[in-house]
């Protein structure tokens, strides 16, 4: 009898162990916990938390910033039952906390639902080693291009402290990417800027980053010379829309009515072609690979001009509107087209409207792009020297007749290709500007002007 007993109650605390151990409400997985290994708090930093708990979700997080031997809890929080995943974006404001600038460690705590520990749940733990910083860094403006045109380019150079990361000057919506070189005291920087008319705004800002995010921003002393814009009516042909319109467009778009086959080509694929163009050329180097003046292809005529605002009609009706973003060169049928200085391939293959397309790489921000070609004759990755020919001209892309269409591109925005083929304009604005960063660059820049001189803005 005594023994049935004894196996009764082995039997019966086997069973409320096995209760225990596996029943879901006993579970014993902590929460998984992540936030950013290690980096740095500005001023006002937001750093990613997240935390996961399955199955018997969570209950409370808590997140403790520690330095020098103090702690302050700087997020707790309590969740409701079947909260299994939070993302917390958690904002801090060392100042106003007291914390000091330096070393910092961040310990994260999530504790789950579950009933181990007595009740207390399981623990779930991160923590990342972080530098807290809100001071930015120091920033002299050594010079700048003072008279900026309208849709045309300057220059600035700069030094920083060495704590800047990264800077960039805005002109509306455009960021034009400065780049930088060590020297005794941080760096010196250097940056290529456009002015054009599609920016949606007319005020030149310099703002340099350090790795918190810490930003310092200034107003460069930029002086905007307005200039005409050439305003064009093009009425459209049914030959053109025919021949040049209709076979850009895939095969299930061929029944759209003609108006409506302008408006996907000319507003679309224009926007979309553009941006891929900015995407592309926006990756230059730092390194300035171009020397003196740029060269407009010879026994060319120019027969359109940088920010040409053209309004398209059809039957007497408007159908679109486009802002010419370079230079149309026009020369005999099929030219040789040389590069306009030196510099290394980063592109060549169709690009939608601009037919077959050759982009390249001259360094701090800077790109030639040559399109409507026939075919090139360079590869990716390639570096030319000025005057070597890329490809022949055509009527690739939505080209009426044969030509060259160049563009000028800072950090992948189109500027006014005009100004870069003038020596004088190019030492006076630019490189008298960025010598002391371009050092040999700037020597070479000085070598006897193209035989564009003479070519004013
Ligand atoms: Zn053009």
């Known amino acids: ?15 409320l162990a096995g209760v225990i151990l596996f029943a879901p409400p006993f579970e014993r997985t902590p929460p998984e916990v992540k936030l950013p290994p290690e980096g740095y708090i500005g001023a006002k930093a937001v750093l990613q938390i997240r935390a996961k708990d399955r199955p018997a979700g969570l209950k409370e997080v808590v997140v403790d910033l520690v330095q020098r031997g103090r702690r302050w809890t700087v997020y707790r929080k309590a969740f409701p039952r079947g909260i299994h ?9 060392p100042k106003k906390l007291g914390v000091m600038e330096g070393r910092c460690v961040l310990e994260v705590r999530a504790t789950d639902r579950s009933l181990w520990r007595f009740g207390h749940g399981n623990v779930g733990m991160a923590e990342g080693k972080f530098v807290v910083d809100w001071t ?14 309208l849709n045309g380019a300057g220059a600035a150079l700069f030094h920083t402290t060495e704590d800047a990361f990264e800077a960039h000057v805005q002109v509306g919506e455009l960021l034009f990417r400065a780049y930088r070189k060590k020297d005794r005291r941080g760096f010196l920087w250097a940056v290529l800027f456009g002015v054009p008319q599609y920016a949606e705004g007319r005020e030149v800002r310099l703002t340099v980053k350090d790795r918190a995010g810490n930003a310092r921003t200034l107003l460069l002393p930029v002086h905007i010379v307005p200039r005409k814009v050439v305003r064009e009516r093009v009425s459209l042909s049914e030959g053109f829309l025919r021949e040049k319109v209709y076979p850009l467009l895939p095969p299930e778009r061929q029944d759209l009515p003609p108006e409506e086959a302008f408006r996907a080509v000319n507003e679309i694929m224009r926007k979309r072609d553009e941006a891929e163009i900015t995407r592309i050329a926006s990756s230059s180097g730092p390194n300035p690979l171009w020397q003196g003046a ?4 010879k026994n060319t005529k120019v027969t359109a001009t940088f920010g040409d605002q053209r309004t398209y009609f059809y039957g007497g009706k408007m159908v679109g509107r486009s802002v010419h973003l370079g230079c149309d060169l026009a020369s005999v049928a099929h030219a040789p087209v040389p590069a306009s200085n030196r510099g290394r391939v980063i592109y060549t293959g169709p690009m939608g409207i601009y037919g077959n397309v050759v982009i390249l790489d001259h360094g701090l921000g800077l790109a030639s792009l040559y399109a409507h070609l ?10 030319v020297q000025k005057g070597q020919v890329i490809g022949y001209t055509d009527t690739t ?13 800072l950090s992948g925005h189109p500027v006014n290709p005009i100004e870069w083929w003038d020596g004088k304009w190019l030492r006076e604005r630019i490189v008298a ?17 193209s035989k564009a001189e003479g070519i004013r803005p």
């Open 397 to 409: 892309g939505l080209a009426g007749g044969d030509h060259l269409h160049f563009a000028i591109l």
């Open 374 to 383: 026939s075919r090139y004759t360079v590869k990716e990755g390639e570096e």
């Open 136 to 149: 930015p860094p120091r920033v002299e403006l050594l010079g700048n291009t003072r008279y900026v045109y």
């Open 433 to 449: 500007v960025l010598s002391p960063f371009l050092g040999e660059g700037a020597k070479a820049s000085e070598e006897a002007p």
């Open 294 to 297: 740029f060269s407009q292809m």
């Open 85 to 93: 995943e939070v993302e917390i974006p958690l904002e801090i404001e």
């Open 1 to 15: 009898m005594k023994r049935v007993w004894v196996t009764g109650a082995v039997i019966l605390v086997l069973l």
